[in-house]
């Protein structure tokens, strides 16, 4: 479902930006289950509205201090490093009702994504089904209606009947990744 609020909305330009690349190398988890067999060359880049936008930012019903987890210079980052790790559930609001409400569905893949993709909603949710168990994904669309969905997920999870595999399941969440 389209919401009409969605009417003039625009991505943040990268000019809009500012954008900080760390000096750790970036370890991502395919090479990591390879026994670290591919070289530590990529880095990750950091990217901040240049105008703040108020908000209102909570994760796992804890209102985090800092969108970024920090670790010392030379130490291998992953996807941990945005959103100071992987949460169950994030709730950012704008208090901005013209524009549409999100609901993104990842792992740890859409942490990065996650912390950009607020700037341009109402009310933006994301939902990583591996650590959230309150409800199922059809129940959570059911009782927060968010205009937009996305869900961004390693391939293989669409595999397990369990978390993010388990979209109506009536426990989703709490398998693992092994």
Do not use: C
Not at 44 to 59: D, E, F, M, W
Not at 69 to 94: F, L, M, N, S
């Amino acid at each position: 479902m389209r919401s009409t609020r969605s009417a003039g909305y625009r991505p943040l330009d990268a000019s809009e930006l500012n954008e900080i690349t760390l000096p750790n190398p970036f370890v991502g988890s395919l090479n990591r289950k390879t026994g670290m067999a591919f070289p530590q060359t990529e880095k990750v880049t950091i990217a901040t509205p240049k105008v703040q936008i108020p908000h209102t930012r909570v994760a796992d019903r804890i209102t985090p201090h800092d969108l970024f987890r920090a670790h010392p210079a030379g130490t291998p980052v992953a996807y941990g490093v945005y959103d100071q790790g992987d949460k169950a559930e994030i709730v950012i609001d704008t208090n901005r009702p013209r524009l549409p409400s999100l609901l993104l569905v990842g792992d740890s893949y859409a942490n990065a994504i996650e912390t950009l993709a607020w700037t341009g909603f109402d009310q933006s949710r994301y939902l990583d089904l591996r650590h959230y168990t309150k409800m199922s994904l059809y129940e959570y669309v059911a009782t927060y209606r968010p205009d937009d969905v996305v869900i961004l997920v390693r391939d293989e999870r669409y595999l397990y009947r369990y978390g993010n595999g388990l979209f109506s399941g009536s426990s989703a969440g709490g398998g693992t990744d092994e």
